[in-house]
């Protein structure tokens, strides 16, 4: 069982270069999520799609785009990479509905220099 | 806006004592979700809670939900070291929008 994959897993970048992380899962689920963490800052939500078709912003947006290609895949772009962006990323999936429960990626690690 | 917020940050207890991690949220909603996280790994679910009152177990552990309080609760009964993790709680903003926002986590060690 797939679940939720992301790729990379590991990513150097410097300062202005551009990137995306790629998420795919393999559950059926309508809704999917980008969160980063932080130290000390628990989970931040940048972006999410309630539904195919659709993207809105979290808590931390600022520097990111998203797409939802089809219900499989959602991506992250980071377009100019600033430092502050250093961090592990999490995808994850959920029904959407009543229960609401996410099912995460096993996260990408991302330093900016 | 919706706050999370969790306490305590870190919790380091003896193996075989009681203790609760709190989660408290600013505004109202009726869903909430724990997860744990183990070092360098992704979380999973430990806990779907979606009313007032709802109450799970699992093992040593229980959680509980207050809608009016917006509080929840994680209970440790006689803890053991295989615990010893991160534990998230999530808050559904509501509304249909179907985003959900993480407390900053509680680091708990269960020392031998």
């Known amino acids: 069982n797939a679940g939720v994959t992301q790729t990379p897993k590991f990513q150097v970048l410097k300062t202005g270069q551009s990137m995306t992380l790629q998420c795919a899962q393999d559950?059926?689920?309508?809704?999917m999520y980008w969160y980063r963490q932080d130290p000390g800052m628990g989970l931040r939500l940048i972006y999410y799609?309630?539904?195919?078709?659709?993207?809105d912003k979290g808590e931390v947006p600022n520097g990111y785009n998203v797409s939802r290609l089809n219900k499989r895949e959602f991506s992250l772009r980071l377009e100019s990479a600033a430092p502050s962006q250093t961090s592990v990323y999490f995808c994850?999936?959920?029904?959407?509905?009543?229960?609401?429960?996410?099912?995460f990626g096993e996260g990408s690690r991302l330093t900016v220099l | 806006e919706l706050k999370v917020e969790q306490n305590p940050l870190f919790l380091s207890m003896q193996e075989g004592k009681n203790y609760t991690i709190y989660c408290n949220y600013s505004?109202?909603?009726?869903?909430l979700y724990w997860y744990r996280q183990d070092p360098g790994k992704s979380l999973e679910s430990l806990f779907v809670?979606?009313?007032?009152?709802a109450v799970k177990q699992e093992g040593r552990l229980m959680a509980s939900l207050d809608t009016k309080a917006r509080l929840s609760t994680l209970h440790i009964t006689a803890a053991v070291h295989d615990l010893s993790a991160t534990y998230f709680c999530?808050?559904?903003?509501?509304?249909?929008?179907?985003?959900?926002?993480f407390g900053t986590g509680t680091r708990l060690k269960v020392l031998a």
């Open positions: 994850a999936s959920s029904w959407g509905g009543t229960t609401g429960e996410l099912f």
């Open positions: 559950m059926n689920h309508n809704s």
């Open positions: 799609s309630a539904s195919e078709g659709t993207t």
């Open positions: 505004t109202t909603s009726d869903r």
């Open positions: 809670l979606l009313s007032n009152g």
């Open positions: 999530a808050v559904d903003a509501g509304s249909g929008t179907y985003k959900y926002i």
